[in-house]
């Protein structure tokens, strides 16, 4: 997880980041303002629910009075007091007209009951539709006790109707004696659509219901329903439940004041959440909106970072791989503008800085060239200057021997020849050293060579040698061809054979076997163009019969001036195989010995074998 | 009396050397005669017949010169390139005998049409034997071209 992220670009990750923090924000937003919508909203709701029971309840309260005062009015009605104060079929006809009277006006008066003073009942009509039958009155009559009150009773079922009872007094006009009561049974039967207007009136598909606050009968308006399931009796107080089919609904009830009845008002939770809900979806909606725009700023954001980012990058990738003269404009004056300036200058300065070293690395090329020149001044001065007294030295001790020899005694001629003798190896030592030195400093362009050709012409150079020791020298043909060079190589190949016939016993006849082997690996590293890797390697075998090398030794005798025997037992300057070992490295081989004291010795020279396309480069350096 | 036309010209500026060449061509058994000069002025001065050299019959033009390369005043190279510039003179048979084996040496002097390059041996037998190849060859096989006084 942690290597995916780090390897995601500055740009994605911006983009990663500034999405995300965009959806929590949005997320986080949400759900507050949605949650104190919701907590607004339910208050809001509780607090109208409560006032509107609370109103409607007053309402039902004035209504209740009111229906009692008309209730009181018809109880006036001079037919009623008549048949009350003297009962009888004429004041029976007359009550039962004017109440007739009063059905008309009014079809919620289901039945009207008249009691004498004892509450006994006397009289009973039935309206409109059904009457309240067996029903009794007889709580209502006790509630109505005083002069100017009256009494509404509890709500009653019959059938799907719900009844009440308003009771008042009947008593005398103007004096105020009793002469009986009356109840009026009245219907609640408002029509359905009556019923759904109060609800509209009230708002939030709330619903009215009203029923006794002992909870036995409940309407909703129409007709009689179960009991909320909810405390009636608790009011001012939001309560809840869940209605099947319709989830939790909010409910209020209020007791009605001088009446056994109490209200309740309920709506569903969800009616009241419905605009939260709205706007949480609107919200939702937004969201993604939302999202875009953050994803899109936050790519115009890294692309302004990443951008001149990414260009520095490839200018500093230019000026790593040396090309210096990448610029970058970014004109720009916040921290990457200052990054560039930073940038810039650092690159002006290392491009200085480089070309500085270029021009001392130039100057110390110079200089030396010009100590190499002089070096090799010095060497020709050498050979040239003290060649010139080595012939004086050699000629003249030589014209001693010969023209005046006989006048000269044995230690007068031993004392001549050992001038001669040592200006001859002074010779020999002044041509190794150049030769050391050519062989050190000269710049050799690699080539094919001919190996058979290379050993014909150093035998043919050492013919002297080979001839006066007689020495028998057998080259196993064919030899292949190396990369080389030819000069330098004849030079390694002629000391070679120079020490196998030298280093052998006087006695002994000098025997030089020379063979090419071809090897697969690593030729070695000379400092030479030519230190190749791999491929196939071509080693020359130069064995003798000689006197043989020690261990110990192997190494040593490849360094100059390293001589193992003394001039006298085997002349020579010490430097001929240290231009074998110095030539082999500057061709890019290598040169080694296997040999043991008194078994012979296998010098062996290697090189890269040379491949047919080598024909066309073969150059010749001229020197040597 | 100096036979004309067998004159060598040795332009050596080392006495040595100048002794050594001598005794080899007297070992070798060579008469013609030897005049040495030590410097690149005076073989210009011999070859031109000028000032010590005017008398040509004393100093004739030499059949061959043996011209050494590092000498005082004017280099052996110097003389070669201005002997090669004078209409009268110029096929005139010039060997280099030196000490150098120095290669810009050797190709400048083939350069300014050295007809020989040859290298002072250390040895004196050597010595001989070389001076007894020019005899051979320069002296007795080697046609000459017509050279006349400027």
Do not use: C
Not at chain 1, 84 to 92: F, I, K, V
Not at chain 1, 316 to 325: L, M, Q, V
Not at chain 1, 372 to 391: K, M, V
């Amino acid at each position: 997880m942690r290597a995916l992220w780090s390897g995601l670009s500055i740009q994605r990750k911006n983009s990663v980041l500034i999405g995300g923090l965009v959806l929590v924000v949005a997320a986080t937003y949400s759900s507050a303002a949605y949650d104190g919508m919701r907590r607004t909203m339910l208050a809001t709701a509780g607090e109208r629910l409560r006032s509107v029971t609370d109103q409607l309840a007053g309402l039902l309260q004035n209504s209740s009075k009111q229906l009692i005062t008309l209730t009181r009015t018809t109880a006036a009605d001079t037919g009623v007091r008549a048949f009350l104060r003297s009962p009888g079929t004429r004041t029976r006809e007359r009550a039962t007209a004017a109440l007739r009277r009063i059905a008309d006006q009014t079809k919620q008066v289901a039945e009207v009951r008249l009691w004498d003073a004892h509450r006994r009942r006397v009289f009973n009509v039935v309206l409109n539709g059904p009457g309240a039958g067996e029903l009794a009155d007889t709580t209502v009559l006790l509630g109505a006790s005083g002069p100017d009150s009256g009494a509404i009773g509890r709500f009653r079922a019959v059938g799907d109707s719900v009844l009440f009872p308003v009771a008042v007094l009947v008593v005398d006009r103007g004096g105020g004696r009793l002469l009986g009561y009356m109840t009026e049974w009245r219907r609640v039967n408002s029509t359905p659509r009556a019923r759904d207007q109060t609800n509209r009136l009230i708002g939030s598909k709330s619903t009215l219901y009203m029923g006794n606050l002992a909870g036995d009968v409940w309407t909703d308006l129409t007709r009689a329903v179960p009991r909320p399931p909810v405390d009636v009796q608790e009011a001012h107080t939001l309560q809840r439940y869940e209605r099947a089919g319709v989830g939790t609904m909010l409910v209020a009830a209020s007791p009605v004041a001088g009446t056994p009845w109490a209200v309740v008002v309920e709506f569903p939770r969800s009616e009241v959440l419905a605009p939260a809900r709205t706007f949480l979806r609107r919200l939702a909606l937004i969201a993604p909106g939302l999202l875009l725009v953050g994803l899109f700023g936050a790519w115009l954001l890294s692309r302004g970072i990443t951008a001149p980012l990414s260009r520095l990058t490839g200018a500093a990738e230019a000026i790593a791989a040396g090309d210096y003269s990448r610029r970058i404009e970014l004109d720009r004056r916040d921290e990457l503008g200052r990054l560039e300036q930073a940038f810039t200058t650092m690159a002006a300065n290392v491009r200085e800085a480089q070309r500085k070293l270029e021009d001392k690395v130039r100057e110390r090329t110079v200089e030396l060239e010009d100590r190499n020149e002089e070096l090799e001044a010095f060497g020709y001065t050498i050979s040239h200057d003290l060649r010139a007294p080595l012939r004086a030295m050699f000629g003249f001790s030589q014209a001693l021997l010969e023209d005046y020899g006989d006048r000269l005694d044995d230690k007068g001629r031993e004392y001549a020849q050992r001038v001669v003798t040592g200006a001859q190896s002074m010779d020999l030592l002044i041509r190794d050293l150049l030769a050391y030195s050519r062989v050190s400093r000269a710049e050799l362009k690699l080539g094919r060579v001919d190996l058979s050709r290379v050993l014909r012409e150093a035998t043919t150079q050492l013919q002297v040698e080979v001839r006066s020791r007689g020495a028998r020298v057998r080259v196993e043909e064919p030899l292949p061809a190396v990369l080389g060079h030819e000069a330098t190589l004849g030079q390694v190949v002629a000391n070679l054979l120079s020490n196998g016939i030298k280093f052998v016993p006087p006695d002994r006849t000098p025997e030089l076997r020379i063979r090419a082997e071809l090897r697969e690996g690593k030729a070695g590293g000379g400092d030479a163009g030519g230190g190749t890797d791999g491929g196939w390697h071509l080693r020359l075998w130069v064995e003798d019969n000689g006197i043989g090398i020690a261990t110990e030794h192997h190494e040593r005798i490849f360094r100059v001036f390293e001589r193992l025997h003394s001039t006298e037992a085997y002349p020579g300057t010490g430097i001929g195989l240290a231009i074998v070992r110095k030539g082999m490295e500057r061709m890019g081989g290598r040169a080694g010995v296997e040999s043991r004291p008194g078994e012979g010795s296998r010098f062996w020279i290697e090189l890269p074998a040379a491949e047919q396309t080598h024909d066309q480069e073969r150059q010749y350096d001229s020197a040597g | 009396m100096i036979r004309n036309g067998s004159t060598i010209l040795l332009v050596e500026d080392s006495p040595d050397d100048v002794l050594l060449v001598r005794r080899a061509f007297q070992k070798a058994g060579i008469e013609n005669p030897i005049v040495a000069v030590e410097n690149g002025d005076e073989a210009l001065a011999y070859l031109n017949g000028t000032g010590l050299y005017a008398d040509r019959q004393k100093y004739p033009l030499p059949t061959l010169t043996l011209l050494d390369l590092k000498l005082p005043r004017r280099s052996g190279l110097e003389v070669l390139a201005w002997v090669r510039q004078h209409s009268g003179i110029k096929r005139m048979p010039i060997i280099v005998l030196t000490s150098s084996r120095d290669e810009d040496d050797i190709n400048r002097a083939y350069d300014l049409g050295a007809n020989s390059y040859l290298v002072k041996p250390v040895a004196f037998d050597d010595l001989l034997r070389l001076v007894r190849s020019l005899e051979g060859y320069w002296l007795s096989l080697n046609v000459r071209p017509d050279v006349s006084a400027a």
